[in-house]
């Protein structure tokens, strides 16, 4: 399994040629690429040739390096790897384009919305020996550095019991968002949990709970409110507890995990703006400051652990909610082009994300089979 954190420098002059797809979310990463020491933006690509001029104006894009078809920006023999940040349902499909057109791939959560389609970039990557990573956002946080650090410094003692939850209304959100069934969405849980224990998931079981409105529940057939699931993990005593949901369950947006360690335990803050997490020391638990993790960043990205690149009223609705999302952002971005200029597997790299995500796709197969426990594929042996 790979590991989390990235190398902070090195030697080499190179820099890794990016070319970004879908520029909502994906915007969030362009200074960022613009900033490391090794890379640069060699493409943007929207569809909307108005938002696309805006993107690159705002960001000094050269006109050559804008595309409005992903399939142009592909030929471009000049870029490396793509970025791809364009909705759910694209994940896979523009994945398997890229590798098969001799790019590395980071794709935005999840990696795709089905097993063959996980099966099938796994394969794409091996065939075109090039390099994937899920740009899972939970697994850089400064909350999971912070545990994580306490985990490797023996100050947990062992792992006993993980729980993660993801809850957010989703009303509003693009059309795709409408009716998914919850843990098609579920790496921001299943990531955390796996990421702590080092381990891939085995077998998982879900039961269902609730109803949403059938306009909703239509659209993927999915009639669930909320989805709550328990996973064993390969070659481990650890057992994971995750919950999560979409529309119509009233909860404060969270996006948490806990651990409970055998001498020290972690429970994630209960209000996301106005409480602290809580760490538990036998009897006289604290209340924990989480310190940010911008050192281990080169210093002209360490910015953008604190910062959206849409600062104000047009800041992303996922970093308004997400608080930032633990200042992932250019953890992540140096992660990715440090694996490809070091010649080495990315953090996340195809077989965890294919794990993480079927882990949450199986999850809504068992609530929908009333709770059937499945046994996830091996995607090691493709
Ligand atoms: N914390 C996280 O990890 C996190 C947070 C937010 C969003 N996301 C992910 O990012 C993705 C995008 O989210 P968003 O809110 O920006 O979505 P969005 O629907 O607002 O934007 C999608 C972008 O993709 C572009 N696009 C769509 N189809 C395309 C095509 N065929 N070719 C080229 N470009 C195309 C659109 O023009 C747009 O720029 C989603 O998959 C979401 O899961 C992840």
Redesign the pocket.
Known sequence: MAKASSSSSTSSSKQISVGL??????SEFIPIYQKHPHAKVGGI????PK?LKLCGDRFGIPEKMRFTS?EDMLKKADIDAVHI????P??AE?SIQALEAGKHVAC???MATSIEGCKAIVHAARKAKKRYMM???TYYTREFFYVKELLDSGKLGRIQFLRAAHQQEMAG??GYWEGLPPMH?AT?CVGPMLGLAGKLAKRVQCIGSGRIADKLALKYGSPFAVESAHIQLADSDIGCEMTRSLFETARQYVESFDVYGSTRSFEWAQLEHSTKPVLFTGESPEHVEIPDFAHLLPKSIREFTGKSVYDGPES???FKQ?SG?GGSHPHLTHEFVMALIEKRDPGIDEVMSANWTATGILAHESAMRGGEWIDLPDFAAI
Not at 21 to 26: D, E, K, T
Not at 45 to 48: A, G
């Open positions: 797809v879908g520029l909502g979310f994906g690509c929207q569809r909307d938002v992903y940040n364009t909705p759910i694209l994940h523009q935005t959560v999840p740009m899972e956002t959100w693009p969405y921001h992303h609705l996922s997400g999302h």
